[in-house]
Nanobody, 118 residues
Framework: QVQLVESGGGLVQPGGSLTLSCAASGSVFNIYDMGWYRQAPGKQRELVATITKGDITAYADPVKGRFTISRDNTKKSVYLQMSSLLPEDTAVYYC????????????WGQGTQVTVSS
């Protein structure tokens, strides 16, 4: 069992930057693949970025080149650095974890709101 808590969301202007954090507790962090998902109002939750326990990263096309996912196993945390933010990046961002590479991301945080607006 692992518990995930996101933080760092807020209001930012288009073109601005923001870094989200996800703190994990309750289990051995370094055995999990981690990911960030987001969900905008009226839309389905979508993948943003993932980072495996072996530090392999992957990004959804809309954020590639603008977002960077990273992890710090000593701090049991995963981060999402966001730059060149667009209004369409506005969403609730969720931290997620999976224990098996073939499995589902079935551990979720409560989410943190990111709003990109002038």
């Amino acid at each position: 069992q692992v518990q995930l808590v996101e933080s760092g969301g807020g209001l930012v202007q288009p073109g601005g930057s923001l870094t989200l954090s996800c703190a994990a507790s309750g289990s051995v962090f370094n055995i999990y693949d981690m990911g960030w998902y987001r969900q905008a109002p009226g839309k389905q939750r979508e993948l943003v970025a993932t980072i495996t326990k072996g530090d392999i990263t992957a990004y959804a096309d809309p954020v590639k080149g603008r977002f960077t996912i990273s992890r710090d196993n000593t701090k049991k945390s995963v981060y999402l650095q966001m730059s060149s933010l667009l209004p369409e990046d506005t969403a609730v961002y969720y931290c997620a974890a999976r224990r098996k590479s073939w499995g589902q991301y079935d551990y979720w945080g409560q989410g943190t709101q990111v709003t990109v607006s002038s």
